[in-house]
């Protein structure tokens, strides 16, 4: 069990775990959802990014990138840029691949991006490669206790 489904037990949250073969190593997202059979937009990917202020977390669709320059706006910084994988997976306690926006080693900033509204629930991990997590969007932003904004923009 990982820290992250721990957490959403801990907090009551009501979500569904999902658990896949994962045999890729890149593009974890696309391959997430292809093995769920959800689509694209619907996987959200874990992004860190850090500026002066501190670190970020960014939650995107799969089927698209951060925007860094509304993500900053959004969490009321300055600039930010992407993170290297290296210092992301010991900030978080996660590998890559497996970066879960829960339990994570530090409360950071939390952006979830807008698009999450589309769908009455959306994927992220659940701590580990192989595990995603499906919850309602307000319930992921109330867990995580993040901001919403448009963030993301496709590839």
Known sequence: MTPAILFLEKNNA???QHQYDCTTQDDFGAHAAQQLRVPLGQVFKTLLTEGEQGAVVAL???SGKVNLKRL???AGVKRLEMMPPAKAERLTGYKVGGISPFAQKKRLIT???ASARDYPFVLVSGGKRGLSVG???GELLTLLDAR??????QD
């Open 60 to 62: 995107v669709p799969s």
């Open 148 to 153: 919403e904004a448009d963030i993301a923009e």
């Open 14 to 16: 009501s979500f569904i």
């Open 72 to 74: 900053a706006k959004a």
């Open 111 to 113: 952006v979830l991006d």
């Open 135 to 137: 919850l309602a969007p």
